[in-house]
Structure formats: structure tokens, C-alpha cells
Nanobody
């Protein structure tokens, strides 16, 4: 029903920048939260940033001031601008959509992931 496709990952040097994109297809409700999560080898998948349909954002402390999340609701797309990248940012980045039906009730949809590697 819902498919998410990420793009924009790659290999960059410390201090560099990348812009990740995620396009959602299928049925996307107006009330939803789109976001990005990261998963490094041997670690749990963790939240990076989210943005609501109303434009409210939330960031992990580790990326505040460096990453910016945005969305284009008309295109059902979400973006992550990553600046001042650090080696510890290296991970697979997953696009996520939470489609809400009521408070605390939602469906989770995930993309296939895109690899971001920060290394000299």
C-alpha cells in the first residue's frame, strides 16, 4: 500500500554534506509524521529527525545544529540535509512514515535504507 524509496547516500569526508531524499507512494494520510532513522552496524535503529504534517520538527541531540529535516507534502517527500558530517554519522539511513489513525494508533512504513559513510 505504501512504498518509501530513499536516495542520496554515499561516501563523504568528515565535514562534508549530503542531502537524503525519500519519496512515498501509495495512500498517505494528511495526518502523519515523516522521519529519518539511522542504524549503525551492531546497534539499534535510532531516531535522527522527524517532521509532522504541520511542520513541527524533532531532532536527536547528536544532530541538532547540523542536520535539517524538511518535507514537501504535495510530493509526499521528506528530505534530510546533513552538514558537518562526522564519522559517527556513518550508518544506514531509513525513511519512515507513521500514518496516524488516532492518538497513539499508527502504522509504520519503512524504506529500504541508504548507506551514508563518513570517512577519510
Amino acid at each position: 500500500q505504501v512504498q518509501l524509496v530513499e536516495s542520496g547516500g554515499g561516501l563523504v569526508q568528515p565535514g562534508g554534506s549530503l542531502r537524503l531524499s525519500c519519496a512515498a507512494s501509495g495512500t498517505i494520510f494528511s495526518i502523519n509524521v515523516m522521519g529519518w532513522y539511522q542504524q549503525a552496524p551492531g546497534k539499534q535503529r535510532e531516531l535522527v529527525a522527524t517532521i509532522t504534517s504541520g511542520g513541527s520538527t524533532n531532532y536527536a541531540d547528536s544532530v541538532k545544529g547540523r542536520f535539517t529535516i524538511s518535507r514537501d507534502s504535495a510530493k509526499n517527500a521528506v528530505y534530510l540535509q546533513m552538514n558537518a558530517l562526522k564519522p559517527e554519522d556513518t550508518a544506514v539511513y531509513y525513511c519512515n512514515v507513521k500514518r496516524y489513525y488516532s492518538r497513539g494508533v499508527y502504522d509504520d512504513y519503512w524504506g529500504q535504507g541508504t548507506q551514508v559513510t563518513v570517512s577519510s
